[in-house]
Structures are given as C-alpha cells and as structure tokens.
Nanobody, 124 residues
Framework: QVQLVESGGGLVQAGGSLRLSCAAS????????MGWFRQAPGKEREFVAS????????VYADSVKGRFTVSRDNAKNTGYLQMNSLKVEDTAVYYC?????????????????WGQGTQVAVSS
C-alpha cells in the first residue's frame, strides 16, 4: 500500500502561483510514477501532469504546458506541482496519484493509489 497526502492548495488571484506537495509513504512509494489530476465541479477528473519514477521524464496536459512544472524529491518521498500564471479555469480539486508503473502515465486507470485532494481556487 502507498499513502498519499496533498497539501498547498488555497485561494489565489489570477496570475498568481501555488505549489502543491504530495507526501508519499508506504511500500516502495518511490518505485511509482507520480501523476497530478484535477476535477472541477460538474466535470470529469482530468490529467494535469506526470513524472517518471526517476524524475527524468515528464508529460503535461496542453492546458497547463508552460505554466505548471511537476517534480519530485525521492529522498523526501515527496512530489510537487508548481503552478504559475494561474487562471480562473484552473480552479478544481487537485489529486496526486501513484501509478502501477515507473514511466509517465496520463490515464486514470493506470494509477493505483490516490490522495484525498486539495482545493485550488483562482479568483478573477
């Protein structure tokens, strides 16, 4: 089992920045690729970013490319999502997840473990 706990969400004005953290614990938590997803009210959960087990490979949704940066510190068992130039449409609950594999993954079905989510609200 892998446990994931997100933090760092909050309310920010459009154009601002937030950094989300995802603390992982449990069996071989560093052996998994990590992903970030988000879900806005009334919408399906959508992929945001993913980083490989080693941190050497990343992939982003087109909607966040150039604004968000995913990273991880395996020594601290923690993943991060740096969000810059935030827009109102970035408002959602953000979830981190650990995949069944070590390479990047964009589909929710490839993720075995999920955090409880952290709310991000961007005001105009």
């Amino acid at each position: 089992q892998v446990q994931l706990v997100e933090s760092g969400g909050g309310l920010v004005q459009a154009g601002g920045s937030l950094r989300l953290s995802c603390a992982a614990s449990g069996r071989t938590s560093n052996g998994y690729a990590m992903g970030w997803f988000r879900q806005a009210p009334g919408k399906e959960r959508e992929f945001v970013a993913s980083i490989s087990r080693s941190g050497g490979s990343t992939v982003y949704a087109d909607s966040v490319k150039g604004r968000f940066t995913v990273s991880r510190d395996n020594a601290k068992n923690t993943g991060y999502l740096q969000m810059n130039s935030l827009k109102v449409e970035d408002t959602a609950v953000y979830y981190c997840a650990a995949a069944y594999r070590g390479t990047v993954a964009t589909e929710t079905r490839l993720y075995a473990y999920w955090g409880q989510g952290t709310q991000v609200a961007v005001s105009s």
